[in-house]
């Protein structure tokens, strides 16, 4: 593993401390291209006006219409967590702004990963229109479901498709689903200036045209609008659960959620999940959205039904929250029963094919593996795991069946820098026609369906694809730290002033580098490296999760600065993220 500081603009982070930026924050945020103290302003009134947002006006008029005329809503929504909050995040804000027409025709339906699989289906658009809906609204999918939306619109439905996602391009053309609203900032002729925007961000734009155009026909004024802010924690949640780039539009949105979390100011599900993973509301931080909401909410999408999580999520009775969420807890603990299984068994799988040696050093490009008993609902975790062990592309598949009943396989994908992931897929479908049944994704993350024969060949594909586009250099683990932490910076006050920063995808949690001299070392629990470490003249507690090798008497650490609490008395500790090699 290569550990490589990142540069610091000297003359940004000057800039940045001279505008009263903390010293050690405004080295931190120009290393990530903060220029200006200006970006770091997350007052709402920055962000853009949705009528940026291609087709949020029309969006806005089709659900006025539908409210004012008493038309019954079906949104359907994704079965993970920023499906979950787009989801309860137009369930909420429609019914706060049909309130004053005393409107509440809403209702939502979740396909079943297993039965149903991915986005909108013909076959859920007739169960959409089987529960008495005439609007039919997608978020966080829609805008490659161009059967399904064919078909709602075939029922009388009209649709309004909410996405983020890349619609699909066939002979260098985008296609788009027809005759329906779609509001998405990465479909052709958007000029919305953040493209990476979450499914739930995405409907939160379309609130707040809805509610202006409200406005506009005198439902409300501005005095006594209803407010949408109260949206703003599940829009964090699941903007920082879908790991999109944490742009500075982004950010905005992440930083006001967790302003008013952190205030206790979000629905009730939210914080009974918050308490089921024994976290507490004032010291929320961007990875325990990540790291302990999320996880939870995404279980349910995975092993059971995504409709526990959305439940959770929009009510309002504490009681029945905290039920909900003691359950999604159940539920996540299962799934990482069934996801250390799952691992082993793909651990035995690549010993069996490549031998006992493999690393990221002697690995192949590309990694694709399966196993008959590999759970649908679990593999996209296993090929993140398998991705962040070996620093190579992964696809892990798992038996499933289609619509029609007939047998294929169901593979999720992860990536490395360097090696975009769907379009890898793009690349194996024009040269394979008829080896992927779907697929669809992003950069870094991507999923496929196979024919039940179809392994062999997906795997000589992808492994043709990486060995093309895939360098020595792109194959090589890199780490960039923000260099070493001064003494006077390794501090409890520190660690909760970087704590209250909104870091993710695209502007990275800092991770500091130093070299050590490894003290002591034992393995406790299942396979974590517990540490002494002396980091120049100061003696530090250390932890590396899920490794067991030991370390050398030197080396030069990358490590997360964090707390650890015994008997009541929080003690600061470094989490070990990777040693030079």
């Known amino acids: 593993m290569k550990i490589t500081p990142r540069d610091v603009p000297p003359r940004a982070a000057w800039a940045l401390e001279q505008a009263g930026v903390h010293p050690l924050l405004a080295r931190l945020f120009a290393a990530r291209g903060v220029q200006q103290a200006e970006e770091l302003d997350d007052a709402l009134a920055h962000l853009p006006p949705p ?319 399966f196993d008959p008993t590999f759970h649908e609902g679990v593999v996209g975790i296993v090929a993140s795991r398998l991705k962040d062990r070996l620093h190579r592309p992964v696809f892990v598949f798992a038996p499933a069946q289609t619509e029609d009943g007939a047998a294929c396989l169901k593979g999720s994908g992860r990536s490395i820098p360097g090696f975009h992931l769907r379009d890898a897929l793009d690349w194996i479908a024009k040269r394979q026609p008829g080896l992927l049944l779907r697929f669809g994704g992003h950069a870094m993350a991507a999923g496929c369906t196979l024919p039940a024969d179809g392994l062999g060949a997906f795997e000589a594909a992808l492994q043709a694809v990486a060995t093309q586009w895939l360098d020595a250099a792109t194959l090589q683990r890199r780490l960039d730290t923000d260099g070493p932490l001064a003494e006077p910076w390794r501090r409890l006050d520190v660690v909760d002033l970087l704590d209250a920063q909104v870091w993710g995808q695209g502007f990275a949690a800092p991770l500091f580098s130093d070299e050590v001299e490894v003290l002591g070392q034992r393995i406790v629990g299942e396979g974590h490296l517990s540490l002494r470490l002396r980091v120049g003249g100061t003696a530090l507690d250390g932890i590396w999760f899920g490794h067991a090798d030991p370390l050398p008497r030197t080396a030069v650490l990358a490590y997360r600065l964090a707390t650890d609490e015994w008997q009541g008395q929080r003690r600061l500790r470094l989490v070990v993220e990777g040693a030079a090699t």
């Open 51 to 369: 009528e940026r947002l291609r087709g949020a006006r029309e969006a806005a008029e089709l659900l006025a219409d539908a409210l004012q005329q008493g038309l019954t809503v079906c949104i359907v929504a994704d079965y993970d967590c920023d499906g979950a909050t787009a989801c309860a995040t137009a369930w909420r804000g429609l019914r706060l702004l049909g309130a004053p027409l005393g409107w509440k025709k809403v209702r939502y339906l979740v396909p079943d990963r297993m039965r149903d699989g991915y986005g909108l289906t013909p076959m859920l658009a007739e169960r959409v229109r089987a529960m008495g809906a005439d609007v039919l609204v997608t978020v966080d999918n829609g805008i490659a479901s161009l059967e399904g939306v064919e078909r709602a619109r075939a029922l009388g439905l009209q649709v309004l498709i909410t996405d983020h996602h890349l619609p699909l391009v066939l002979d260098g053309q985008a296609r788009l689903p027809q005759d329906c609203v779609i509001v998405n900032p990465n479909q052709p002729g958007c000029g919305f200036p953040s493209k990476a925007m979450a499914g739930v961000g995405v409907v939160f734009y379309v609130l707040l045209a809805l509610r202006a155009e409200l406005r506009r026909r005198g439902v409300f004024g501005v005095s006594d609008q209803p407010r949408l802010d109260g949206l703003l924690p599940l829009v964090a949640l699941g903007t920082v659960a879908d790991v999109v780039r944490l742009d500075a539009h982004n950010r905005r949105l992440v930083a006001q959620g967790l302003r008013r979390i952190r205030a206790g100011a979000m629905p009730a599900g939210m914080a009974a999940l918050l308490a089921a993973a024994g976290r507490t509301p004032p010291r929320v931080s961007t990875f325990d959205l990540g790291f302990a909401l999320g996880p939870r909410l995404n279980a349910a999408g995975r092993l059971s039904d995504m409709g526990l999580g959305i439940e959770c999520l929009i009510t309002d009775d504490p009681a029945h929250a905290a039920t909900l969420a003691r359950a999604l807890d159940d539920i996540n603990r299962q799934r990482r029963a069934i996801e250390s299984a799952m691992r082993e068994q793909a651990r035995l799988a690549m010993t069996e094919r490549h031998g006992d040696s493999l690393d990221p050093e002697t690995a192949p490009p590309a990694l694709t593996v």
